[in-house]
Each structure stands twice: as C-alpha cells, then as structure tokens.
Antibody, heavy 121, light 107 residues
Framework: EVQLVESGGGLVQPGRSLRLSCAAS????????MHWVRQAPGKGLEWVSG????????GYADSVKGRFTISRDNAKNSLYLQMNSLRAEDTALYYC??????????????WGQGTLVTVSS | DIQMTQSPSTLSASVGDRVTITCRAS??????LAWYQQKPGKAPKLLIY???SLESGVPSRFSGSGSGTEFTLTISSLQPDDFATYYC?????????FGQGTKVEIK
C-alpha cells in the first residue's frame, strides 16, 4: 500500500524558515518524480514544487521561487521542502504527492494527508 | 501560466442525478487534464487522467471528456459518497495549475 506521511509543519513567524519532510513507503521511491502541493485554509489547490526521480529536473511555482528548495533522498525514501523567508500567504496545508513517472509528468496518483504550516507573528 | 476555470462553483443535486462539471483552459492543453475528488479533511483523490482515462479503482459512473480548451466531468448517477469538491488540473505545460473547484452539495 502506498503511503506518504508528511511532517515538519507548525507555527512560524514571518521571515523564518521551516523544513517539511515526506516519508514514502509501499512503492519504489526512486522510480517516480515527487511534488509538493498546498492548500490555503478554505481555498483550492496550488502546485508548489516538483522533482524528478534523480533530482535532475526541478521546478517551482513563481510564488515560491527563490525562497523554497525541494530535495529528495532516495536512500531514505524521503522528500523534503526547505522553506525560507516565509510569508503569511504561505500559510497552508502542504501535501506530498507522487507523480506517475520518473520524470515530472505533472499529475498525481497518491497524496499524503498533509502537514499544516501557519505563518503568523 | 495556463488558467483553469471551473463551472459551476457550487452544484446542488440529489442522489441519482446526472451531474456535469465543466473545466475550461485559457489555452489549448490537448488532453492533458486530470480530475480529482476531495472530501472535507481529506487529501485529493485522482479520478480521471488524460481527460477521459479512468484511474484504477474509480467507479465507472465517473467519466471525463473533452480536448483542447473545454472539458467535462460527468457523474452518471450521483451516489451519497460523491458529495465532495472536484478539481480539474492541467499538466500540458510546466507550472501545472488547478481549477478553483466545484462543490457538489446535497439538494
């Protein structure tokens, strides 16, 4: 059974940093690209960042480019999102999502339950 | 960026109704469109990919159609488990984008 378990969310002040993690199991992690997708409270879905199987291809939404860094450790079956210079508008539930191929095809067949990030003073 | 617009934003329907949700892209995305279902407090679930391909395990009452800029998700006979919010998503071009969602409510 595919499982994606996010962690690392919490309450953080504007301008500070936070690192999210996603632990994957139930599939061959290094056979698939992975993504982060977020959902602000009561709002819709927004793709944040994606990474190919070997980290050779990485992408970011314009809203987070230059502030967020995605990475993965295939030996640990883990995906990460380093979030710097956080803003109030980054407040959201952050989902880890599995792509359907090694490259970033761009749609997501499995999602975690999310970790909540709240940016507030 | 490609903008995705869903209509309606909210839909009231009864069990057994045929329900259709529309998604329009701001430019052609061929058939590179997915549909997701999200229930309150839960993660989204993939229903349809490549505009009309049913994800494994998804009931056959769900179907998708369209290409280019106009797409539809149809539920042939609405079931109690189907009351949820539905999102379309384009994956034609990098900077993948979602529609704003359509909430299907009990009438």
């Amino acid at each position: 059974e595919v499982q994606l378990v996010e962690s690392g969310g919490g309450l953080v002040q504007p301008g500070r940093s936070l690192r999210l993690s996603c632990a994957a199991s139930g599939f061959t992690f290094d056979d698939y690209a992975m993504h982060w997708v977020r959902q602000a409270p009561g709002k819709g879905l927004e793709w944040v960042s994606g990474i190919s199987w070997n980290s050779g291809s990485i992408g970011y939404a314009d809203s987070v480019k230059g502030r967020f860094t995605i990475s993965r450790d295939n030996a640990k079956n883990s995906l990460y999102l380093q979030m710097n210079s956080l803003r109030a508008e980054d407040t959201a539930l952050y989902y880890c999502a599995k792509d359907v191929d090694t490259a970033m095809v761009g749609y997501f067949d499995y999602w975690g339950q999310g970790t909540l990030v709240t940016v507030s003073s | 960026d490609i903008q995705m617009t869903q209509s309606p934003s909210t839909l009231s329907a009864s069990v057994g109704d045929r329900v259709t949700i529309t998604c329009r892209a701001s430019q052609s995305i061929s058939s590179w469109l997915a549909w997701y279902q999200q229930k309150p407090g839960k993660a989204p679930k993939l229903l349809i990919y490549k505009a009309s391909s049913l994800e494994s395990g998804v009931p056959s009452r769900f179907s998708g159609s369209g290409s280019g800029t106009e797409f539809t998700l149809t539920i042939s006979s609405l079931q109690p488990d189907d009351f949820a919010t539905y999102y379309c998503q384009q994956y034609n071009s990098y900077l993948w984008t979602f529609g704003q969602g359509t909430k299907v409510e009990i009438k």
